[in-house]
C-alpha cells in the first residue's frame, strides 16, 4: 500500500513553476492585490513553491514579502534557485521579524512543510506555527497544512490552522479525515498537470474520485439500444411500516439507466410502489414483511437487499436462503447489515464482490469500534480483503475499498445528505448500475459519486436544511 517515488518526468523546476502559477491564479481569484501576502517558506519544494508563488504575486501587482524559516541557502537546489529569483521589491526576514512586519489584512501563506513533515517539531517551529495559528489573519496552506502527516498520524504538539488549503492534484488522505478538519479549513484542488508524479509520492495509495474519474466510467447509449441491454436489477426492501425506504430505493434504481427494475416488497405496501414509481415492476411478498425469495431469482442482473426490510425471525430466514441461492455480486445495505453483523456466519455465504454500504453505526456492528481513522482504515481495508467483498464507508469523503486493497475517496457530497432515506437512494442507483453489466468496484465508485453530486444541486436549489431523500433522486444525473 505504500509506495516508493518515481523518477519525475520532466525538469523539477518545471513543475514547481506550473504548480505555483496555478496556486497564484486561484489566490487571485480570491483575493485581489489589495491584500498584502506574506508568504512562510521552508527550505524543501513545498517552499520552493511558496517562493514562486511570491514572486507570481508581486509580478502582478501584490506587496509580498517572505518570511524564511530556516534562512536562505538552507534548502535543496530547487529552494536556493527560487530564493535567487524572487524580484528585488520582495524582502526576506527572519521568523522573529513576523509581527513587526504583519497587518490585520495580510494574507498568510504556509510553505513550510507541505507533505515534508518527518519527525517531531523543534520548539522553535512551534512558536512559529503558535503566532501563526494566533495571528487572527487567514492562512493559506499549500498542498498540507504544516505539521500535518500525510497520512493518517495527525500527533504533532503543533500543526497550522489554514482557512484555505490549496492541494495539489489530489487532496491528500489527512485532510479527507474528520479528525483533521480543524486544520484544513477549504480544501481547493488546484489542477497543475502534475496528476502521476503527485500519485507516486503519496504516502497512502489513493484514488480521489472527481467529475473527471467518474466520466471515464460511464459508458454510452447505443442509439439501437433497447432496455433488455441494460439489466434487470431486483430491490428487496420495505417492510411493513417501512414502505419508504422501498420507494426511494427504487428511485434510485430507476435513475441509474437500467432497462428494468422490479421491487419486492409486502403485500400491504405493493399499492405505494405502483403509485410512486410507475416504471418499476412489484413482487408481492406473502407477509408483511421479508419471508420468501421472488420466484425466478436468478434472472436478476443485479439485486440490492435491505432497506427497510427489518430484522424479524423470518426475514433472517429469508435472508440466509438468499445468499445460498443467488450468486452473483448484490448490495447490501441498512437491516442487511445488522442481520450479518449478529450473525458472523452468514457472511461467508455473501457472493464475492458484492457491495456493503454502511454508515459508521452499521460498520461498528460488523468490525467492533476502532481507536482512530488510521485503525478504522486498517480494519475496513482487512475485511474487504478478507471477505471479497466492496466497503462503501459512508459519510464526508466517502470511501470506497475494494478486496484488492484499492481505496477510492470521493469528491462529492454536502451535510444535506444526512437526513433519513438518503442511504436507500444511493443503495438502488448502485443496484441499477449493477445491472448494467458495470463491474462492482465501478457501479460504487459512480453511484457514490452521482449521489453525492446530487445530493450538491439539490441543496443549490432547495438549501441544505430543506433538502430530504425524495429531493436527492430528482437532481441523480449523468
Not at 161 to 174: G, H, L, M, N, Q
Not at 266 to 284: D, L, Q
Request: proline letters at 4%; hydrophobic letters at 40%.
Amino acid at each position: 500500500m505504500f509506495v516508493k517515488t518515481a523518477c519525475m518526468k520532466e525538469n523539477e523546476s518545471t513543475m514547481i513553476e506550473k504548480v505555483s502559477e496555478a496556486i497564484a491564479h486561484k489566490f487571485s481569484e480570491i483575493w485581489d492585490s489589495t491584500f498584502p501576502v506574506i508568504v512562510f517558506a521552508g527550505k524543501g519544494n513545498n517552499g520552493s513553491d511558496g517562493l514562486a508563488v511570491a514572486r507570481i504575486l508581486s509580478e502582478w501587482g501584490y506587496s509580498v514579502k517572505v518570511v524564511s524559516i530556516f534562512g536562505k541557502g538552507s534548502g535543496n537546489r530547487e529552494n536556493s534557485e527560487f530564493f535567487d529569483k524572487l524580484p528585488a521589491d520582495i524582502r526576506v526576514y527572519e521568523p522573529a521579524d513576523f509581527k513587526s512586519i504583519n497587518s490585520d489584512r495580510a494574507i498568510l501563506i504556509d510553505a513550510i512543510f507541505g507533505t515534508g513533515i518527518s519527525g517531531e517539531l523543534k520548539n522553535s517551529l512551534k512558536f512559529i506555527f503558535h503566532q501563526i495559528n494566533t495571528s487572527g489573519n487567514s492562512i493559506v496552506s499549500i498542498d498540507l497544512p504544516s505539521g500535518l502527516n500525510p497520512a493518517f498520524d495527525s500527533s504533532a504538539a503543533e500543526i497550522i490552522r489554514a482557512d484555505y488549503t490549496f492541494a495539489v492534484e489530489f487532496p491528500k488522505i489527512s485532510l479527507l479525515l474528520e479528525e483533521n478538519r480543524k486544520y484544513a479549513g477549504e480544501i481547493v484542488v488546484i489542477k497543475a498537470g502534475i496528476l502521476e508524479y503527485e500519485r507516486s509520492v503519496q504516502k497512502i495509495d489513493y484514488t480521489y474520485v472527481d467529475s473527471d474519474f467518474a466520466k471515464s466510467l460511464v459508458n454510452k447509449r447505443d442509439r439501437f439500444s433497447h432496455k433488455g441491454m441494460y439489466g434487470h436489477a431486483l430491490l428487496i426492501c420495505g417492510g411493513e411500516g417501512m414502505a419508504g425506504a422501498a420507494v426511494l430505493a427504487t428511485g434510485g434504481a430507476l435513475r441509474s439507466g437500467c432497462g428494468l427494475v422490479t421491487t419486492h416488497i409486502s403485500r400491504g405496501e405493493a399499492n405505494v410502489i405502483h403509485n410512486t414509481n410507475p416504471s418499476a415492476i412489484v413482487s408481492i411478498d406473502p407477509s408483511n414483511h421479508f419471508s420468501t425469495l421472488p420466484e425466478n431469482i436468478d434472472k436478476y442482473d443485479s439485486l440490492g437487499v435491505g432497506c427497510g426490510i427489518g430484522k424479524k425471525p423470518e426475514t433472517c430466514t429469508a435472508l440466509l436462503k438468499l445468499f445460498e441461492r443467488y450468486k452473483k455480486p448484490m448490495v447490501i445495505d441498512a437491516d442487511a447489515i445488522n442481520i450479518i453483523a449478529s450473525n458472523p456466519s452468514m457472511q461467508i455465504l455473501i457472493p464475492k464482490f458484492s457491495i456493503l454500504t454502511p454508515h459508521a453505526a452499521e460498520l461498528r456492528r460488523v468490525l467492533g469500534d476502532w481507536s482512530d481513522e488510521y485503525d478504522k482504515y486498517q480494519k475496513i481495508r482487512n475485511y474487504s480483503i478478507q471477505s471479497g467483498n466492496i466497503i462503501v464507508s459512508k459519510g464526508a469523503y466517502t470511501k470506497i475499498f475494494s478486496p484488492d486493497g484499492s481505496l477510492y475517496v470521493n469528491s462529492s457530497g454536502t451535510p444535506a445528505l444526512a437526513k433519513a432515506g438518503s442511504g436507500d437512494v444511493l443503495s438502488g442507483l448502485i443496484t441499477g448500475l449493477l445491472a448494467k453489466g458495470m463491474r462492482p468496484i465501478d457501479a460504487a465508485i459512480l453511484g457514490v459519486y452521482l449521489h453525492g453530486r446530487a445530493g450538491e444541486d439539490a441543496a443549490t436549489e432547495r438549501g441544505e436544511e430543506s433538502v430530504n431523500s425524495k429531493d436527492v433522486i430528482d437532481f441523480i444525473k449523468f
